[in-house]
């Protein structure tokens, strides 16, 4: 029976609630397909913070390294700033464990009303690869002046050649298992003069690899507009780790599906564990009410085992979500239109399993 | 009678065919309400850049300083890298003027059908404020290693306690104008380490004097989320350089009118010329057979006009494409689904100024 050990951490608000939900659908996948997890729950979050003075013990990262995946809720409370929340917790673990694919599914749901008009559920349906160590994120930089007139911050932004080809090879190869394979790349080389157009060089040299595969750029200013006009045109939309974070929450709002969207953080070589974490947060005013949408933790469950090796269980978690959603009868969460608890929404989701 | 020295840079492409629709207009305004326009025409461009190896002759700058405003077409052609085009002609002109308002109008239009469902012309009708002078626009950085497997590129943003501050007190200033002034904040300070959380220290500071404004921030990611979810919310949102440039290309996205949209590159003390120009590029495919749509040049007209004291004249041009937009049996070019030229559609809208 293959075993797999995952690191559980629900972190803040919501994240709490959707967490069981998950665990109940992988327990739903683990008795069909003859799979075992165990299950290591961590209570990390604000109020450890609040407790502590930490996010996570000082040996966090260590404690987290030995499984075989990580399962995360959402990290962020009022009062504990985000740069202190997320930099203490999410962003070191994407780092430490060298989590350098971000991959958001963008597509349109049955059941799903999006914003944008005229578009069916199969017409939007695509990915963003964002780069999700390096890039824009950094802790570069600093402030001079302070409380002056005078001052003034640095933010110092650091692309690597091998951050950058790395990110772009997973584009191209996550493409190529695709029909017509296309990779679009979000660039800004005409506003920002040095990182830009490096991109764009490493872009063309990868995509020089990869004869099959088509190509185009945009910047990111129209290429957000034209999420918005022309979704259907994407396949693989790759992308730096603040215009990935961008578009990998803009994707979702036009699908209509940003409370339901999931995400990986992945290490393609399996040296590290993986994180999977839905893309909604902790949501302070939905918390404690038992209402919140699971759909984004389960989503994000079944994108752990695609990566677990396990397809055709992932594949079956995706289709009973669908089958839910495109039932009228099926139970539904405020958010969408109904009356469910997070709960009767987890229940409905394991039993189409 | 009052007279206006513009200086008139059509740029390239599309740029040198929606210009003159714009000086037919501003001709037709300057009969109707007594305004004397000369035109000094400059031809910079990719082409002389071609030609000469700079996009404008070394004293460029001094030679627009002495104008009331500067109109401008579109910069940018295949073959000249975007990073030279723009860094050679348009960013320079930004920076040198200290124009540091890029100041652009997000509204749904009568007779333009946007991507998003259930709105109405009147729904979406706010502002984007763009910080247009420093911030991550910057050529502060470089590369080491080039071409070694270490190759390493860094690019700094630069944020300064003085553009901070002085772009926010005109979102203030502007929102104070309004029935409801507010007044929204895009920031990252949850990714971005040191510019962001000191973006929102700043908006909290300005934000303090200005009580009578209500105030919100959302990080920029489920920012342009909300931008396609729910863009009535919105009535001035204030932005770092990039974050403003992609906000102010995603808001006309989502009510169609990227394609006419206008902008202001706007110093408010008035000791340099403003810069106008539509949102929209050179359009290389477009370019050469007369059907470019002349809007985005003619509202930028118009925003000039603001600009110069000349609020009436410049509601009636707005107006004038108002009542163009909104009749069906007035021209339309081929973007907005008809069979006219780009002279068509500038004729009719001077005839209804
Ligand atoms: C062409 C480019 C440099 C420019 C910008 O990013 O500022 C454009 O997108 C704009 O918004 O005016
Ligand atoms: C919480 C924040 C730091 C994070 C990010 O920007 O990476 C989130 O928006 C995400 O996309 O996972």
Redesign the pocket.
Known sequence: MQQYELAVLPGDGIGNEVMPEALRVLDAVSAKYGLRFSYRHFDWSCETYRSTGRMMPADGLDRLRDHDAILLGA??WPGVP?HIS?WGL??PI?RAFDQYV?LRPVRLLPGVTPPVRDKQPGDIDFWVVRE?TEGE?SQLGGRQGEGTPNEMVLQTAAFTRRGTDRIMRYAFELARKLDKPHVTSATKSNGIYHSMPYWDERFAAIAAEYPDVTTDEYHIDILCARFVMTPERFDVVVAS??FG?IL??LGPGVTGTIGVAP?GNINPERTYPSTF?P?H?SAPDLAGRGIANPIGQIWSAAMMLDHLGQAEAAADVVGAIERVLSDAAAPRTPDLGGQATTEDLGKAIAAAV
Chains 1, 2 share one sequence.
């Open positions: 990290v962020g985000d997320l999410l962003l994407r971000n999700n994120y780790n603040l974070d990998s929450d995400s974490e893309v947060g």
